[in-house]
Nanobody, 126 residues
Framework: QVQLVESGGGLVQPGGSLRLSCAASGSIFSINAMGWYRQAPGKERELVALVSSGGTTTYADSVKGRFTISRDNAKNTVSLQMDSLKPEDTAIYYC????????????????????WGQGTQVTVSS
């Protein structure tokens, strides 16, 4: 069974930095894209950053130049370095894996469109 386990959230002052990490565990042949979404109170979940298996990155305009996403395909891990944090970055951050190919138990494989982690709280406040 696939699991996404996040770590690294917490409380930081404005202007500070945090690093989020996410590891996908279980029997996985491949993952197309991995990334981070966030949801602030009263708001919809939004994309923060995404990286494809080939290394192509996508960032929300609000985090460009401040956040950096990186990925280790061999270890099925993705990290998000967050610098120059602002109070408006406060949210629950969710790790997401897209396009997973996993064993189906009968010698073949199955395709899972999307998988989510449990979320980690990031609070930016003085």
């Amino acid at each position: 069974q696939v699991q996404l386990v996040e770590s690294g959230g917490g409380l930081v002052q404005p202007g500070g930095s945090l690093r989020l990490s996410c590891a996908a565990s279980g029997s996985i042949f491949s993952i197309n894209a991995m990334g981070w979404y966030r949801q602030a109170p009263g708001k919809e979940r939004e994309l923060v950053a995404l990286v494809s298996s080939g290394g192509t990155t996508t960032y929300a305009d609000s985090v460009k130049g401040r956040f950096t996403i990186s990925r280790d395909n061999a270890k099925n891990t993705v990290s998000l370095q967050m610098d120059s944090l602002k109070p408006e970055d406060t949210a629950i951050y969710y790790c997401n894996a897209q396009g997973l190919v996993v064993p189906n138990g009968t010698g073949g494989h199955s395709y899972l469109p999307s998988y989510w982690g449990q979320g980690t709280q990031v609070t930016v406040s003085s």
